[in-house]
């Protein structure tokens, strides 16, 4: 799909689209970085989100809109015979990069060259190319696309280069956003997406027409993301840090759920706002249809509709409430015939759990009630050895855990874990708040209980041995050992 036109020789400046292929093709002078430019400093995680993207990208069906990149500035140094880039070498050393990974070589009229710390940059994006491109196939170049400017005077190149980068408007995160997202909507299958994507495109720019909010200096979308949403998303508990360019594309973007079957519909979730509806279909016309859930209730007491921190009613309430509770905490630790992923997490909690102290144990059965009344049996035993790993680092640290240590885990954490549970609406939010909390394995990095020992922790230690079927003297591998767990149970 190499349809666009390459560049004809310009007086002053040239503007255009271009394919990655056509930019680095042999009808242009070779591409190069000029001595005022910063060296490359993508990080891993932008290396292997563009990675990740292209690959989805490319597994989309045809047909599909071209891979948009943004703008490459270019001056034209017919003396040196060099293009040299002005903005944009970000973008394209992490894709000559992955041209090498994928082919083996570095595309033509490639003349970059990069500092020593630049180089480590470059080696450490290789290698993780190297791990996340297998799958990209060549044709993926001549389907980033490029709007080019080039100039060829060098006093305009640096006006260029400073309007750019100080005076003018640069791309903001929302610009990104919309883009990105559009972009998913084309994946849509049939003759729907074309007029999805324009319902979705006019519904955006009738917000960013709306009226600016508290400061003049943000236009409305902008504001609403950065001032608010995120916000409100993201300042739980102390964390309440200004939201970035990064932090926004990281919520709104890289951070948001997959298509599931239908690009049209969204899933729902239950909350105060939403008591019936099962999923929420965008339709060719903009209007937005409801599907409803099945209004079946069985007749066991676990199925009855309550939530475990809603205001209890006197009488019936009372003894409905306590019914279903004590149903849900007797199919997650005794019932028999129950679903394999409930007898998992009893297993955990029989051969490990039972080795810690009663107070943890306490601790792991209330948040796992908690679990199971939010998302029923998806993804509890997951949860159970990521929580289990958080508890054991106690009893690793303390010799005798008190009552006390048990509010302590609730009350000293950023993040209450119960108030997590209770304000997720996926499982993997919860199990990702547990997993991102490095500093437990600081407990099994340290640890240096006797395997031998007939102490409560070394009775602990044992039994960890046991669960994962090691024989090591330590601990220190252990969330290796849950990881490598959670894979096997995948496969």
């Not at 190297?130 to 190149?157: K, W």
């Not at 916000?231 to 840090?241: L, M």
Request: charged content about 25%; some cysteine; aromatic content about 10%.
């Amino acid at each position: 799909m190499d349809t666009k036109t390459p560049f004809e020789p310009a007086d002053s400046v040239s503007v255009g689209v271009q394919t990655f292929a056509q930019l680095f093709s042999g009808q242009g002078l070779p591409l190069a970085i000029d001595t005022y430019q910063r060296g490359f400093v993508w990080n891993d995680e932008k290396i292997k989100q563009l990675a990740l993207d292209l690959a989805e990208y490319q597994d989309t069906q045809d047909p599909k809109p071209d891979y948009y990149m943004g703008t490459v500035l270019l001056h034209r140094n017919d003396a040196k015979q060099l293009r040299f880039i002005i903005d944009g070498q970000q973008r394209l050393t992490a894709l000559c990069l992955l041209h090498s990974a994928v082919r083996g070589n570095l595309p033509g009229n490639c003349a970059m060259t990069y500092s020593p710390a630049s180089a480590r940059r470059i080696r450490s994006a290789a290698e993780v190319y190297r791990q996340e491109a297998p799958g990209i196939c060549d044709e993926i170049f001549n389907r980033i696309v490029f709007t080019v400017v080039m100039v060829d005077d060098v006093d305009l190149a640096f006006t260029f280069f400073d309007t750019q980068n100080n005076r003018g408007v640069p791309l903001h995160a929302t610009d990104l956003l919309k883009a990105h997202h559009l972009r998913v909507v084309a994946g849509a299958q049939g003759a729907q997406r074309e007029r999805l994507q324009e319902v979705c495109a006019r519904r955006w720019e009738g917000l960013q027409q709306g009226s600016t909010v508290i400061s003049h200096e943000q236009e409305f979308t902008a504001s609403l993301f950065g001032k608010f949403l995120w916000r409100a998303r993201s300042w739980t508990g102390k964390q309440v840090a200004s939201a970035s360019h990064d932090a926004l594309l990281h919520e709104f973007e890289r951070d948001t759920w997959p298509v599931e079957e239908d690009h049209a519909t969204v899933p729902l979730y239950s909350s105060r706002n939403n008591r019936m509806g099962a999923a929420l279909t965008l339709n060719a016309e903009g209007a937005c249809e409801i599907q409803l859930r099945p209004l079946v209730l069985g007749s066991r007491p676990t199925d009855l509709p309550f939530a475990i921190r809603q205001p209890i009613h006197k009488g019936i309430g009372f003894f409905l409430y306590t019914d279903k509770y004590a149903a849900l905490l007797r199919r997650l630790l005794h019932d028999e015939a129950v679903a394999p992923e409930i007898l998992r997490a009893r297993e955990l909690y029989q051969t490990l759990v039972m080795t810690n102290s009663l107070f943890l144990r306490e601790i792991h059965v209330l948040a796992l009630l908690m679990f199971a009344d939010q998302f029923g049996d998806s993804r509890l035993w997951e949860f159970s050895l990521w929580l289990e790993h958080a508890l054991g680092a106690l009893r690793l640290n303390q010799d005798q855990v008190r009552r006390e240590t048990a509010q302590k885990f609730f009350r000293d954490a950023d993040l209450n874990l119960l108030d997590v549970i209770a304000g997720a609406y996926r499982p993997e939010q919860v199990i990702r708040h547990l997993r991102q909390n490095t500093k437990t394995d600081e407990a099994y990095a340290q640890e240096q209980v006797q395997r031998s020992g007939s102490g409560v922790q070394a009775r602990y230690k044992q039994a960890v041995l046991r669960y994962f079927h090691k024989e090591a003297d330590s601990l220190q591998h252990k969330r290796q050992w849950i990881e490598a767990a959670l894979r096997e149970h995948r496969a």
